[in-house]
Nanobody, 126 residues
Framework: QVHLLESGGGLVQTGGSLRLSCTAS???????????MAWFGQAPGKEREFVVA????????YYSDSHEGRFTMTRDATRNTVYLQMSKLKPEDTGVYYC????????????????WGQGTQVTVSS
């Protein structure tokens, strides 16, 4: 079992920045190309939306079109932690952000992930 714990959400003005963290614990999460860690966002009343994913091994990263250039995902393997640096935030970025992990073959599909954190709220005021 892998446990994921997110932190770093909060209230920020339009154009501001936040950094989210997701720390994995429990069963060692193999840093191999078959393992993926990702961030999804869920706005009120909407479905969970893919933001970014990082594949283990070479840390290749894949962004959604609407977030590329504003959001950056990084990993600190020594801390079993991934980060989501969010910048140039917009009100439409408001929602709960979830960290996910698993052997996802289709990285943009939330059903491909085995483990989820509890989510952290991001609110962007206009």
């Amino acid at each position: 079992q892998v446990h994921l714990l997110e932190s770093g959400g909060g209230l920020v003005q339009t154009g501001g920045s936040l950094r989210l963290s997701c720390t994995a614990s429990g069963r060692t999460f193999r840093n191999s190309a078959s393992q993926v860690m990702a961030w999804f966002g869920q706005a009120p009343g909407k479905e969970r939306e893919f933001v970014v994913a990082m594949r283990g091994g070479d840390d290749s990263t894949y962004y959604s079109d609407s977030h590329e250039g504003r959001f950056t995902m990084t990993r600190d393997a020594t801390r079993n932690t991934v980060y989501l640096q969010m910048s140039k935030l917009k009100p439409e970025d408001t929602g709960v952000y979830y960290c996910a992990a698993g052997g996802a073959a289709i990285i943009r599909d939330p059903d491909e992930y085995d483990y989820w954190g509890q989510g952290t709220q991001v609110t962007v005021s206009s």
